[in-house]
């Protein structure tokens, strides 16, 4: 069974960083697309970042780029979303999600990361 298991979020401050860390089970990740989502309340939920499992290929969102940073340990299975200099427009739920290649999709349970100014 695939199983994502989102932790890391947390209350910090403006211009700290988090760690978010997906643990996944079920699957490796050699095949998989891993992407990490956040949702804010009162808005719809929107892609931050994902990497491939296949060769390694990232992709950021606009608004983090240069601030978070992913990276996957395959020893461990587990992705990790490293967030620098957060925002408090960075407060949100973050999920993440495996797809694999056949376009199947499987989620987390969210995290919650909540940045004050």
């Known amino acids: 069974e695939v199983q994502l298991q989102a932790s890391g979020g947390g209350l910090v401050q403006a211009g700290g960083s988090l760690r978010l860390s997906c643990a996944a089970s079920g699957f490796t990740l050699d095949s998989y697309a891993i992407g990490w989502f956040r949702q804010a309340p009162g808005k719809e939920r929107e892609g931050v970042s994902c990497?491939?499992?296949?060769?390694?290929?990232?992709y950021y969102t606009d608004s983090v780029k240069g601030r978070f940073t992913i990276s996957s340990d395959h020893d461990k299975n587990t992705v990790y979303l490293q967030m620098n200099s957060l925002k408090p427009e960075d407060s949100a739920v973050y999920y993440c999600?495996?797809?694999?290649?056949?376009?199947?999709?499987?989620w987390g349970q969210g995290t919650q990361v909540t940045v004050s100014s």
């Open positions: 990497i491939s499992g296949i060769d390694g290929t990232r």
């Open positions: 999600k495996a797809r694999n290649t056949f376009g199947s999709d499987f």
